[in-house]
């Protein structure tokens, strides 16, 4: 990262999982949730690059995130992020579905 000041990436790699869901499918096999929801922040925490995720939107109604990845050996700066993320639209409601 020498030549950038931060690395964008998404928080998760889909949308928030429905209430209940353990499995998502995947063109080319299925995984859990919980390994699902580490794969783009886990690499960030073995690490200790400061990261920050932030919501930025919705899909289908599900939110989706961002994550904001400083560089190594640094210490967290604020910049102002955490206090602007309140700007975000309030999420709509959120409905329950059935498993099965």
């Given at each position: ?11 998760l790699?889909?949308?928030a999982p ?23 922040p886990?690499p960030?925490n ?6 920050l ?18 560089r190594p ?7 102002g ?20």
């Amino acid at each position: 990262m020498t030549g950038a000041d931060v690395l964008l990436t998404p928080s998760l790699p889909v949308a928030a999982p429905y209430i209940g869901q353990d499995r998502l499918e995947w063109a080319d096999g299925e995984e859990t949730v919980p390994d699902a929801l580490i794969r783009f922040p886990a690499p960030f925490n073995i690490t200790g690059q400061p990261a920050l995720s932030l919501p930025c939107g919705f899909d289908a109604g599900r939110p989706v995130g961002i994550q904001i990845i400083g560089r190594p050996s640094t210490k967290p700066r604020s910049s102002g992020w955490e206090q602007r993320s309140n700007r975000f639209p309030a999420p709509p409601r959120i409905q329950r579905r059935e498993a099965g």
